[in-house]
């Protein structure tokens, strides 16, 4: 992730970053409309537990579980347009 190879770069450098700051950095760089209770998900694991790992992997799941009720989603949609396309073409031979 950018924010992760951004921090490591800084640290090749001789700077140190916390990994706090590094884990808050990526955590306010998620999109809200896709990360909304995410974050707030995110914010009542205990601080011990919000390592850069445990947020990459969590961050992993929630794309594929987004990306799966998204393609669900346009599956239920294209079914119901060719249900509808059907609909229409059989009342049109009907009339």
């Known amino acids: 992730m950018e924010v ?4 490591r ?3 090749d450098m001789g ?3 916390h990994k706090t700051t590094t884990v808050t950095n990526i955590v306010s760089c998620l999109p809200e409309d896709k ?5 707030k998900a995110w914010n009542s694991i205990p601080d011990a537990n919000q390592t850069v790992n445990m947020l990459m992997a969590s ?5 594929l579980t987004n990306k799966t009720e998204e393609d ?3 599956e239920t949609k294209s079914q119901a347009f060719a249900y509808a396309a059907s609909n229409k073409e059989q ?3 009907n009339n």
């Not at 992760?4 to 921090?7: V, Y």
């Not at 990360?35 to 974050?39: E, R």
């Open 4 to 7: 992760e190879n951004l921090a």
């Open 9 to 11: 770069n800084v640290h």
């Open 15 to 17: 700077v140190s970053i």
């Open 35 to 39: 990360f909304h209770a995410f974050k």
């Open 59 to 63: 961050v992993r799941k929630e794309e």
């Open 72 to 74: 669900l989603d346009n």
């Open 91 to 93: 009342s049109n031979r």
